[in-house]
């Protein structure tokens, strides 16, 4: 058996001269030298048991055999890492001498890899699994200062525009669910739908005409939940400003890559009404002001107000885009 199994046999001698007494076919197959290097060339054992995997032999050669199995890396002819889990049996001689060691082992590279691979998909999990549950917190951090930043008694347009702030941190967790990478959103899907969910639930006099202009990117989970907020805020006071008026606007989004330290994301007005109004309005709303502060915090953006063609912007680090 030892000579046609499976499994990898050796002896070996380690009185009066250290060498290989016997190998079998098996050696040879997994580690791909020839069996009769094992017999004529010194210190074959040495040259190819890994370096820092010795401790076993360390001990075979003060006497000492190991129990149970052990898995030992072993170094094939084509350079290639082979794991073979080994079982040991000394043989003594009258006076107590350790004079042979008996080694069956098994070629378990296979099993040892799916599972270095698994512990590598685990950990990489883990850490994806944090970032998630980070960036999800920092996003119900957003939808609960939206929420402290309205009166205790609010208006129906208020409740309406935190029915609208849900709605789309709710896109947000949708998309994050379908994304290919887990850990980022697809803006122009996104967006799309926060406009989706305004045209459905916030109430206007004259429709508007939205027109957006989406560069291809992907966000991360709070930076995607600041833009939908501040989509939300700047569309709906546009909407406001314009309710009973006889005028419709346009309005265009746009959310470029600026270059390869920043990306803005720009709400205008195009055309309808008095264009510096709603502008000034918004600067003067305290409840607006904390709002700001808390996003723009939150994802180290940089809030601006323009008078040509006016509107608001949203610029933040592109270092942190996915």
């Known amino acids: 058996m030892a000579r046609t199994g499976e499994d990898v046999f050796f002896r070996f001698r380690l009185y009066p001269r250290e060498r290989v ?12 030298y ?30 000492t055999v190991p129990d149970g199995s052990l898995v030992v890396r072993w170094i094939a002819v084509d350079g290639r890492i ?22 069956i082992g098994r070629d378990v590279s296979e099993r040892v890899l799916a599972e270095q691979r698994y512990r590598e998909l685990v950990e990489q999990n883990n850490r994806v699994l944090r970032r998630v549950h980070k960036r999800v917190g920092e ?71 939205i027109s957006m202009d989406i560069q291809p990117m992907e966000l991360r989970v709070d930076q995607a939940s600041a833009c939908g907020l501040f989509l939300v805020e700047f569309i709906a006071d546009l909407l406001q400003f314009f309710d009973g008026s006889s005028y419709a606007p346009v309005i265009r989004v746009s959310l470029t890559r600026l270059d390869r330290s920043d990306a803005e994301l720009s709400v205008n007005l195009r055309a309808g009404g008095s264009p ?21 915090t939150t994802i180290r953006g940089e809030y601006a107000v323009r008078l040509n063609p006016p509107g608001h912007t949203l610029r933040f680090p592109a270092a942190h885009l996915v």
Do not use: C
Request: glycine share 4%.
């Open 139 to 209: 996003s119900l951090q957003l939808l609960s200062a939206v929420v402290r930043l309205r009166e205790e008694n609010p208006t129906l347009a208020e409740q309406r525009r935190m029915y609208v702030h849900i709605r789309a941190l709710a896109l947000v967790s949708n998309a994050f669910e379908r994304a290919d990478t887990p850990i980022s959103v697809s803006m122009s899907k996104y967006l799309r739908g926060v406009l989706h969910v305004v045209a459905e639930n916030m109430s206007f006099s004259s429709p508007p005409h």
């Open 276 to 296: 510096g109004s709603p502008v000034q309005r918004r600067r003067s709303d305290p409840s607006f002001e904390r709002l700001l502060t808390v996003l723009t």
């Open 21 to 32: 007494e016997y190998a079998n076919e098996a050696l040879e197959r997994v580690l791909g």
């Open 34 to 63: 020839p069996l009769t290097d094992w017999y004529t060339k010194e210190r074959m054992i040495g040259r190819t048991v890994h370096p820092d995997d010795f401790s076993p032999l360390d001990e075979i050669k003060r006497g």
């Open 82 to 103: 082979v794991w073979i889990e080994q079982r040991f049996r000394g043989i003594w001689d009258r006076s107590g001498r350790l004079v042979f060691v008996d080694t």
